[in-house]
């Protein structure tokens, strides 16, 4: 069951990598609380909700990015909200990983990021509002060894919206990001019922791995009014993985 969060009702909000995750579980929480939303992302998804409505994109492609946000504004008259939660992970250290890897996962995760926020900015600093809300990761706020191109991207997201906050705060538009912790969902396939995952699960203060929908609800939370004097955060939603260094067991 969706909880409502208040103050989302018609607002229209683009959510990229809207198909799959936490894209589109963030989707599912914003149409219960009666926002309109599309859902952006290479993929079509089985199972959007009612309320939301899907458009094929590539975010690293600027000219698609910026066509999308016109046709939207073309049939909306307004975009309220931007959720960034496309995003790639490619295994490999400094030695493993290929070049070719590495770009890509920054073009989809740094630069993708970067060229949503940009084809809505100067729409929202017109209407003085709008909320823009990066997915980033614990990855881009502590190091791992074997997963440098995306831990790379996810910190630089992280100091990009502080910088985007600091930009866009006099037009009145807010910038934050949220980094979740361990979620389960087609991204960690190859570490869930593993003992890597399992290991990984313990070292959440919680005991557990996060649901897609507790992330989608911090959205909510950082897309409405609610939250409408924070600007230029870091939202850890990760079972308190971050808080604590616990040995796992
Ligand atoms: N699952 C986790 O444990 C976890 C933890 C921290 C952060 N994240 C981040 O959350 C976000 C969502 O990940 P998820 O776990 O839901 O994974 P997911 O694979 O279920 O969803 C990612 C979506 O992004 C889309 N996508 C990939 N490249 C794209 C592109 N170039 N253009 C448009 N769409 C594209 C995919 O098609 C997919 O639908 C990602 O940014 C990920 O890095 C996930």
Not at 98 to 117: C, D, H, I, P
């Amino acid at each position: 069951m969706n909880p409502f969060i208040s103050g989302l009702k018609d607002k229209v909000i683009l959510v990229t990598g809207g198909a799959s995750g936490i894209g589109l579980a963030t989707a599912r929480v914003l149409a219960a609380s009666g926002a309109r939303v599309v859902c952006a992302d290479l993929q079509q998804s089985q199972d959007l909700p009612q309320g939301c409505e899907f458009r094929r994109l590539d975010v690293s492609s600027e000219k698609l990015t910026q066509e999308l946000v016109a046709s939207m504004l073309d049939r909306y008259g307004q975009i309220d909200g931007l959720v960034t939660s496309a995003g790639i992970s490619r295994v490999g250290d400094l030695e493993s990983m290929a070049l070719q890897e590495w770009e890509q996962v920054l073009q989809v995760n740094l630069t993708g990021t970067m060229l949503s926020a940009r084809a809505v900015a100067s729409h929202m600093k017109q209407r003085r509002q709008g909320s823009i809300v990066a997915i980033a990761s614990i990855n881009g706020m502590l190091g791992n060894p074997s997963n440098l191109a995306y831990c790379t991207s996810k910190g630089a997201v992280i100091q990009m919206v502080r910088s985007l906050a600091a930009e866009l705060g006099p037009c009145g538009v807010r910038v934050n990001s949220i980094s979740p912790g361990y979620i389960h969902t087609p991204m960690t396939i190859m570490l869930d019922e593993q003992p890597v995952g399992q290991a990984f699960e313990a070292m959440h203060l919680l005991k557990r791995a996060g649901k897609s929908q507790e992330v989608g609800n911090a959205v909510a939370f950082l897309l409405s009014d609610m939250s409408s004097f924070i600007t230029g955060v870091n939202l850890p939603v990760d079972g308190g993985f971050s808080a604590a260094k616990v040995i796992a067991i």
